[in-house]
């Protein structure tokens, strides 16, 4: 199955590193252009995407994928198959996509298309959560366009028509150092901190809930003070990952967080809004039935994580998520379902024929 081979080359290559993703991106852009692919590369600093076309037809369609991953230890970079699965970082999210994405325009390179214009979009940075734009995004401010967008996160062969917004802060605590023998003289930063975390989640931002989700997420995705063993902390860093909820006031959220202590400073690290296209939405119709035929239990849901796809909704382009199947990302048991690889595939590439007016009928494996 060349879907399983291009997800296991890409998944060996550690691209939580720049060099990685350097290695990663000419794999795929090489496996592209020898099967008549034509690609274009656009640098942005340092950072390097690839736009792979097909077809010449006046609806545009593009699928978005990345290629790097969060890090791992060295054993994730191994692939490994076990009971139908395909385990290994970045396995469900979203190396496995991304090879059926670039297997699916290259099968649709090989049937003419005169109503659509498919392009492939691969980018190095999804995963970055530190400020600043990334190449989406950039691409987007750029003038980048489609009529719909797909971005390969994972989805279980659902489609994603919402997804939460992001609301990352460095919360910086202050505190008073002195000896560690006599910590009633001081303020020790990291407990004033851990009294500040404990009382994020009772926030009443957190007790709204929307159509498709119960409820916000709050992470503590990283807490560091204190230099010395005996002395008492005089500061601590506390970072904190919130997913919002479609329509919530991002605003008010800093606002609430400001007001369970002013003495601590936050400081916004990234501020996206939540993803929403709606479910009736024609694009999102066909997408449906094409994946219904490999999976018939196929609907609407709300995602948990973000996406590529807010830069595109941001400027009125419609924009779902739709991966295959699978479980554990970003944890140490990641793993896609082979099975669905192939399904996931196929239900491109009949969602591309569709829009063409050449869908054929194709008997898949039921998901």
């Known amino acids: 199955m060349s879907e399983l081979f291009l997800a296991e080359q890409l998944i060996a290559i550690d691209t939580s590193t720049a060099t990685g993703v350097e290695r990663a991106t000419d794999l795929i852009a090489g496996w592209l252009s020898a099967r008549g692919v034509g690609i274009r590369e656009v640098r942005l600093g340092n950072r390097r995407c690839l736009l792979a ?33 395909l385990y290994g970082r970045g396995a469900y999210d979203m190396k496995g996509a991304l090879a059926a994405m670039a ?97 994020v989640a009772s926030l009443p931002c957190f007790a709204e809930s929307s159509e498709l989700f119960s409820q916000p997420s709050v992470n503590l995705g990283r807490i560091a003070g204190g230099d010395a063993l005996n002395c008492v902390p005089e ?86 998520e739709f991966g295959p199947v699978g479980a554990g990302h970003h944890g140490a048991d990641e793993y896609v379902d082979i099975a669905s690889l192939s399904a996931y595939r196929a239900a491109l590439v009949e969602f591309v024929r569709e829009l063409n007016g050449d869908a054929e009928e194709v008997i898949w494996p039921q998901i």
Request: proline content about 8%.
């Open 103 to 199: 297997i699916a325009v290259a099968e649709c390179a090989t049937h003419p298309l005169r109503n659509v214009e498919l392009e492939l979009m691969i980018v190095p940075d999804e995963e970055t959560s530190g400020p600043g734009p990334n190449c989406t995004e950039l691409l987007v401010a750029d003038g980048l366009r489609a009529d719909f967008v797909i971005c390969g996160e994972p989805t279980d062969l659902h489609v994603g028509v919402q997804a939460k917004g992001i609301v990352m802060v460095c919360a910086h605590v202050s505190g008073v150092s002195v000896h560690g023998s006599t910590p009633w003289l001081g303020q020790n930063a990291v407990l004033r901190a851990m009294d500040f975390y404990s009382q």
């Open 53 to 85: 076309a097909v077809g010449t037809g006046p609806t545009r369609v593009l699928f978005n994928g990345h290629i790097d991953v969060v890090p791992g230890s060295p054993s994730q970079f191994i692939p490994v198959q076990r009971d139908g699965r």
């Open 235 to 320: 500061s601590c860093q506390v970072w904190i990952d919130i997913r919002t909820l479609p329509g919530q006031d991002r605003g008010e959220i800093l606002a609430q967080l400001r007001a369970i202590d002013p003495g601590v400073e936050i400081e916004l690290l990234l501020d996206r809004p939540a993803a929403v296209v709606s479910h009736t939405d024609p694009m999102v119709q066909r997408l449906l039935h094409a994946g219904r035929v490999a999976a018939p239990h196929a609907q609407p849901v709300g995602r948990h994580g973000s996406s590529d796809a807010i830069p595109f909704l941001a400027v009125g382009v419609p924009a779902v």
